[in-house]
């Protein structure tokens, strides 16, 4: 009786304790970046408030991109139980196609400067652009993927197929070099932060991504499709026995999420550029959101970002100098962290 009550013990502690060491390692972090931080890129918080807040304001920013991205591959891969390892290459096509549309459209191949660029010849282009990788993903799966719903190495094997087919033919027609699309003039000001110039074309970004939140968290939670999309995934025989064209649904579910993709990929060029081999960066970035916040959960996603967001921000400007290397591997601690208390994520539940 003794050992049963010494090992329950046991279990409920080791069950506590991921629970107890996760705020000990936020509260330490905390401490590190507003007291401690010497010795890094950017010195502690109470020392350089405007480095902080550039950093913080950056996590934030980041993090709308994130979203953005990830957004369309929750509803893929969290909604529907697609596994689509293409999303990626949607991302990557999306922002190559725009900036060869914006080139056309300002005149001008090389040497663009956002006095050239009208909110038009930037919109237009994104929406080109996200169309194009929405109808793409819509034939991927329909083609592809419907026929093997619920058999996700083998949607797995197909999507990655595609993506190598996908990145060689950007390579071919895009070539290997870095491309850039530029902010529209209207945007990339300057703003002064404690001392630091900010450019508002990153605010701008987060906004589009406010503005995306929103409207996803309406079509799901307040419109009939949404919430059709909702119980096909939990009872697809139940709902096709209702009368709905559940098959209908899910391609339009396919087309927002790989549009999303494609408007990510837009603001990514935008961000940061795009090149040959970017697409497994961002199918990366996406999965790491969408484990953090929980499949199929678009506050997950909120919540994946900003966290994914800010520990990209803060890890190379607040490690000792001799160790910013090591911060990518802090994404990967937060995974573990999450996941330690958390196993479906921080608003996921069992499929």
């Known amino acids: 009786m003794a050992d049963t009550s010494i090992q329950s013990a046991r279990h409920d502690v080791a069950r506590r304790l991921p629970g107890l060491v996760v705020p000990l390692v936020l509260a330490l972090a905390v401490l590190w970046v507003l007291f401690l931080a010497r010795g ?6 109470v020392r350089d408030p405007g480095r902080f807040a550039v950093t913080l304001l950056d996590g934030i920013t980041s ?16 909604l529907m139980r697609t596994v689509n ?38 919109i237009v282009p994104l929406l080109a652009a ?14 592809f993927l419907r026929w093997n719903q619920g058999q996700e190495l083998r949607q797995a094997l197909i999507t990655i197929a595609i993506s190598v087919v996908l990145a ?47 409207a996803l968290w309406l079509w799901l939670t ?16 139940m709902v096709r026995a209702l009368g709905i064209n559940v098959t209908l649904v ?28 970017k697409d497994g960066d961002w199918l990366l970035n996406s999965l790491v959101v969408v484990i953090i916040g929980g499949l199929g959960s678009i506050k997950g996603a909120v919540a994946g970002s900003l966290l994914y967001g800010l520990v990209v921000a803060f890890s190379p400007a607040y490690l000792p100098t001799q160790y910013t290397f090591y911060a990518v591997i802090l994404s990967f ?7 330690a208390v958390r196993p479906y994520g921080l608003y996921g539940r069992p499929a």
């Open 333 to 339: 601690v937060l995974l573990a962290l999450v996941l």
């Open 40 to 45: 890094t890129p950017a010195e502690p918080a």
């Open 130 to 143: 996200a169309a194009l990788a929405a109808v793409l993903g819509v034939l991927l799966q329909q083609v």
């Open 63 to 78: 993090a709308g991109l994130f979203f953005v991205v990830a957004s369309g591959f929750t509803l893929i891969f969290g």
């Open 85 to 122: 390892m293409a999303h990626g290459s949607l991302f990557l096509l999306a922002g190559f196609t725009a900036i060869s549309l914006q080139q056309a459209m300002v005149g001008k191949t090389r040497n663009i400067a956002p006095a050239d660029v009208s909110l038009v010849s930037w």
């Open 168 to 214: 060689d033919q950007m390579l071919r027609q895009f070539g290997g070099l870095a491309k850039t699309m530029v902010w529209p003039g209207a945007v990339s000001h300057f703003i002064e932060i404690f001392g630091e110039r900010y450019a508002t074309s990153r605010l701008f970004m987060l906004a589009v991504a406010v503005v995306v939140g929103v």
């Open 222 to 237: 307040k419109t009939r499709m949404g919430m059709v999309i909702r119980a096909g995934v939990d009872d697809e025989p």
């Open 250 to 277: 899910f391609a339009v579910t396919f087309f927002v999420g790989a549009f999303l993709a494609g408007a990510g990929g837009v603001m990514g060029a935008s961000f940061a550029g795009v090149a040959t081999g």
